[in-house]
T-cell receptor, first 119, second 113 residues
Framework: EPEVTQTPSHQVTQMGQEVILRCVPISNHLYFYWYRQILGQKVEFLVSFYNNEISEKSEIFDDQFSVERPDGSNFTLKIRSTKLEDSAMYFC?????????????????FGPGTRLLVL | SQKIEQNSEALNIQEGKTATLTCNYTNYSPAYLQWYRQDPGRGPVFLLLIRENEKEKRKERLKVTFDTTLKQSLFHITASQPADSATYLCALVPSGGYNKLIFGAGTRLAVHP
């Protein structure tokens, strides 16, 4: 069964460093998302991406964050200058359609996550 | 303010019984609700989706209901097994907000043999 994959599974970095988290969405999916989950807290939406541009972003997704689809398969999240509070699990998700599709194509499928620790 | 709430206390049940988890929301008009399972340190795994015009959905031992008047969804696991022990997340897509899922905090379920 197709699945979303993410690398690395764990990343430790120093405050102020740049990190790039990588995701390979399900191959026929067109919509891509990043979420994060701080330890013990809710899963929070960061950004959605379609047709090579951001569709929507949350307040968390400030100028330190960027997303890119550098080729036909990868989807990346970059944090330019990490802060301690960026420590969290970062989940990539993808879906075939947006809300309103038939047959559940709008379902978002999540990857296993990257655990980011900023020291 | 907008809220999506799940019972924060863990639910402990005996194997073979039915587990019922609750998701309540305020000040949203969801296009649909989804339920996910999350194991420690892992990503959410999709279980069921129910749309605003549907009352009930079933999949094997799982059943979800959606009451837009009560602003509530119930998630049932029948004939529960220890392997069902996990955190269950409710997530909604607001009408007009097609791109994002808004998650509840989840309810931890423990099924004891």
């Amino acid at each position: 069964e197709p699945e979303v994959t993410q690398t690395p599974s764990h990343q430790v970095t120093q405050m102020g460093q740049e990190v790039i988290l990588r995701c390979v969405p399900i191959s026929n999916h067109l919509y891509f998302y990043w979420y994060r989950q701080i330890l013990g807290q809710k899963v929070e939406f960061l950004v959605s991406f379609y047709n090579n541009e951001i569709s929507e972003k949350s307040e968390i997704f400030d100028d330190q964050f960027s997303v890119e689809r550098p080729d036909g398969s990868n989807f990346t999240l970059k944090i330019r200058s990490t802060k301690l509070e960026d420590s969290a699990m970062y989940f990539c998700a993808s879906s075939e359609e947006l809300a309103g599709g038939q047959g559940g194509e709008e379902t978002q499928y999540f990857g296993p996550g990257t655990r980011l620790l900023v020291l | 303010s907008q809220k999506i709430e799940q019972n924060s206390e863990a639910l402990n049940i005996q194997e073979g019984k039915t587990a019922t988890l609750t998701c309540n929301y305020t000040n949203y008009s969801p296009a649909y609700l989804q339920w996910y399972r999350q194991d420690p340190g892992r990503g959410p795994v999709f279980l069921l989706l129910i749309r605003e015009n549907e009352k009930e959905k079933r999949k094997e031992r799982l059943k979800v209901t959606f009451d837009t008047t009560l602003k509530q969804s119930l998630f049932h696991i029948t004939a529960s097994q220890p392997a069902d022990s996990a955190t269950y997340l409710c997530a909604l897509v607001p009408s007009g907000g097609y791109n994002k899922l808004i998650f509840g905090a989840g309810t931890r379920l423990a099924v004891h043999p």
